[in-house]
């Protein structure tokens, strides 16, 4: 019997401008739009499982005000269930966001609630578990409280049963692998951008860093590679995924409707390289629209998108490491 997926992680309210291509201080710039979306990797990729049709319990906090009613809504509305979200007497986690005409963005953050989830100590009771199977860990960096217990959570996850991931996002305070190292071997699937698997690591390319993550004690690590698609290096196989043709307008929360698109498709019982084909459809879908999860379909909708949708090119050899050639997908 299919179970669902406990998602923990920051829950931020999102204000977009759009488009902000050079901001003049001192001055009055007109934007084409000013607009309140759900944010935070917490927040983008349960609701992402949840329009996919994935039970979802959500873990996290927001305040005791607008901002967190709204996130709760938003949640709530697309199917995710939100009982163990906490309130705050601190105000929700909000972000501003800067958009550009070529969908790049700039953010601001204000932790907020951020920086009291996770106060007390976490654990998987019964209660917590009944019905799920997996737990996933988003934002590990922009919650404060948890580098001090981040592999005791991840350890206790596995004690409970639950197979387990984990979704970086970047380090503000530049700790990344002093806070991480330990949890690594608790982690059954790490997902990193490019830019963090580097800044993770030091290493030069992501796939150099990606093997450095698995040396460490990492189990199966994806790495998400924007327009380059994915590339998934695991204990099994290894190969690149392509990326889908589209007109970008807004990367916010890319990365976390990947991560939600794939372990989404793994709940229905696909192999990793049709999920990692799935997942890119997923991250393509939403940058085509404003916010970190609007652009997110049913699960069926995606596969519908997925038959007439083209995919970019490889680009060549993107993952040979020293003499060894991997596998992309087709071949």
């Known amino acids: 019997m299919k179970r669902g997926v406990l998602c923990s992680g920051n829950l931020v309210l999102d204000i977009l401008v759009r488009p902000v291509d050079r901001p003049v201080w001192g001055s009055t710039s007109r934007v084409e739009s000013i607009s309140q979306h759900l944010g935070g990797n917490g927040g983008n990729t349960s609701y992402t499982l949840a329009k996919l049709g994935v039970p979802v319990r959500t873990l996290g906090m927001v305040g005791r005000d607008p901002f967190g009613d709204t ?13 163990f979200v906490q309130r705050s007497t601190r105000p929700t986690s909000t972000t501003v966001g800067l958009v550009d005409s070529r969908g790049n963005r700039m953010f601001l953050h204000s ?62 305070l530049g700790r990344w692998l002093k806070d991480l190292a330990a949890c690594l071997p608790h982690i ?29 004690g990492a189990n199966d690590v994806v790495v998400k590679l924007g327009g380059n698609g994915c590339a998934v290096f695991g204990e099994r196989e290894c190969f690149q995924c392509p990326a889908f043709e589209v007109e970008v307008v ?21 192999s990793y390289r ?29 596969l519908a998108w997925m038959a007439s949708a083209s995919a970019r090119p490889l680009e060549p050899d993107i993952l040979r490491r020293g003499n060894a050639t991997v596998m992309t997908p087709g071949k």
């Open 71 to 83: 996130i709760l809504e938003t949640l709530r509305t697309a199917g995710a269930e939100t009982s």
């Open 250 to 270: 807004d990367t916010t929360g890319a990365g976390d409707c990947f991560a939600g698109g794939f372990l989404g498709a793994l709940h229905r019982g696909f």
């Open 274 to 302: 049709d999920a990692s084909r799935f997942a890119c459809a997923v991250g393509a879908l939403n940058v085509g629209n404003l916010g970190g999860a609007e652009g997110v379909l049913t699960f069926d909708e995606t």
């Open 111 to 172: 932790l907020g609630s951020s920086e009291e989830m996770f106060a007390e100590p976490f654990e998987f009771s019964r209660t917590l578990c009944d019905g799920f199977s997996h737990y996933h860990l988003g934002s590990p960096f922009g919650l404060p409280r948890l580098r001090e217990c981040m592999p005791d959570v991840l350890r206790a996850a596995g004690a409970a049963g639950l197979t387990t991931s984990l979704d970086t996002m970047w380090d503000a």
């Open 188 to 216: 059954g699937i790490l997902f990193v951008n490019e830019d963090e698997a580097r800044a993770l690591t030091g290493a030069d390319t992501a796939t150099a860093a990606a093997w450095r993550l698995r040396e460490l």
